[in-house]
């Protein structure tokens, strides 16, 4: 399991989380506080994790954090 912490907008989690939870099973989102979030992938789908976060991270302004 590998996870990354990511931080957004409070109004771009709703949107955040359905894109994550859409792509097939990818991983799931787990709220700390308000846009402080955790996602969680299998380890053989890092690769796949790491390049959906850049992707958002181009549209919403997400800050992608390591562990």
């Not at 994550?20 to 969680?40: P, Q, R, W």
């Not at 380890?43 to 890092?46: G, I, S, V």
């Given at each position: 399991?590998?996870?990354?912490?990511?931080?957004?907008?409070?109004?771009?989690?709703?949107?955040?989380?359905?894109i994550?939870?859409?792509?097939?099973?990818?991983?799931?989102?787990?709220?700390?506080?308000?846009?402080?979030?955790?996602?969680?992938a299998p380890?053989?789908?890092?690769a796949?994790?790491?390049?959906?976060?850049?992707?958002?991270?181009?549209?919403?302004?997400?800050?992608?954090?390591?562990?």
């Open positions: 399991m590998v996870s990354r912490r990511v931080v957004i907008r409070g109004r771009d989690v709703v949107y955040f989380k359905a994550i939870e859409a792509s097939d099973g990818l991983a799931g989102v787990f709220a700390m506080h308000g846009g402080d979030l955790v996602v969680a380890a053989d789908r890092c796949e994790l790491d390049a959906i976060l850049d992707d958002l991270a181009l549209e919403l302004g997400v800050l992608k954090l390591e562990p």
